[in-house]
T-cell receptor, first 112, second 115 residues
Framework: DTGVSQDPRHKITKRGQNVTFRCDPISEHNRLYWYRQTLGQGPEFLTYFQNEAQLEKSRLLSDRFSAERPKGSFSTLEIQRTEQGDSAMYLC??????????FGQGTRLTVV | AQSVSQHNHHVILSEAASLELGCNYSYGGTVNLFWYVQYPGQHLQLLLKYFSGDPLVKGIKGFEAEFIKSKFSFNLRKPSVQWSDTAEYFCAENAKGGSQGNLIFGKGTKLSVKP
């Protein structure tokens, strides 16, 4: 499969724990995005990388959230001290120049 | 703030009925517009996109959309829906009209097609 892959697909964690998600974009795409989607809403932008540089962060990305893309390939999104309000689907997407965004299947996080 | 509005939360149609889903965007400059579809249990997939040129855009599976700049609209249409079109549909535009940045999505319209 040469699409965007995300791992894990599902994560259940206790409130206060840290979680980390991984995204592997389409290999030739230099831009990578993280979105969050809650029930009844469209995806909401969290952060964006061009190669290894994090170019933009949304106000939604509190200081408990951190994202990296160390070698300009895969990316990780970490949430520290999870809260119940963090429960959502976390989506990763990648884009090439003047193309549409290609999305992964997402990681569904449930904080109990 | 830049936003995308989708007028219908849930649309229920019978097979062979015609479909039109409304989408309005707010950005006043050059826009890149998209319709994505999410079938049950699957990831978001692109139906069609508008970057420039002919305002009537043809997509996959018989879908089309018309960009009307004066109305800030990009409505999705299909003349005859099938049961397999049951899915959630999202309209999106590039933030600040660029091609580099993130997408701004509407809240989505759930389409249920009765066989």
């Amino acid at each position: 499969d040469t699409g965007v892959s995300q791992d894990p697909r599902h994560k259940i964690t206790k409130r206060g724990q840290n979680v980390t998600f991984r995204c592997d974009p389409i290999s030739e795409h230099n831009r990578l995005y993280w979105y969050r989607q809650t029930l009844g809403q469209g995806p909401e932008f969290l952060t964006y990388f061009q190669n290894e540089a994090q170019l933009e962060k949304s106000r939604l990305l509190s200081d408990r959230f951190s994202a990296e893309r160390p070698k300009g390939s895969f990316s990780t999104l970490e949430i520290q001290r999870t809260e119940q309000g963090d429960s959502a689907m976390y989506l990763c997407a990648s884009r090439g120049l003047n193309t549409e965004a290609f999305f992964g299947q997402g990681t569904r996080l449930t904080v109990v | 703030a830049q936003s995308v509005s989708q007028h219908n939360h849930h649309v229920i149609l019978s097979e062979a009925a015609s479909l039109e889903l409304g989408c309005n965007y707010s950005y006043g400059g050059t826009v890149n517009l998209f319709w994505y579809v999410q079938y049950p249990g699957q990831h978001l997939q692109l139906l069609l996109k508008y970057f420039s040129g002919d305002p009537l855009v043809k997509g996959i599976k018989g879908f089309e959309a018309e960009f009307i700049k004066s109305k800030f609209s990009f409505n999705l249409r299909k003349p005859s829906v099938q049961w397999s079109d049951t899915a959630e549909y999202f309209c999106a535009e590039n933030a600040k009209g660029g091609s580099q940045g993130n997408l701004i999505f509407g809240k989505g319209t759930k389409l249920s097609v009765k066989p």
